[in-house]
């Protein structure tokens, strides 16, 4: 502004308002570009991960109140061992495909992690320095 009431970005020394030179924000570009990918690719697969672990864990409490209503309108004992067979098999079923799941979806996660590293470090490698360009 004329009056001099902010700061202008570009100042005559080449600096950033807070005496960064404006060179070491252009050296950190192609990083914080190649960063801001992998973050966003890695906090999608967190909310797919959180997500399905949330969905599992509904199902199973909707599980267990349905099996305490089996097992209060059990009249026998034989009613009794079934519906906790059928119970501790259904649960240990459920569990191991969830983990399996998990364990997939982590996978996932870490192999894009580590793809979107790379073309990070890629695409700041390829970039020349700005200082560089004056030669």
Known sequence: MPDGSARQIDSPMGQLPLGV???ALG???PWLVGATKWSAQVHEAFGTLASEWQNFVSRRVKEDFAFMQRIAQCRTPDQVWAAQTNFW???IEDYGNEYLLMGKLAGGLASKAAAAA???????????FPWSKAA
């Open 89 to 91: 098999q259904k649960a």
């Open 27 to 29: 050296m950190w570009s």
């Open 118 to 128: 790379q073309y990070a470090t890629q695409e700041a490698s390829a970039e020349p």
């Open 21 to 23: 030179p404006a060179s």
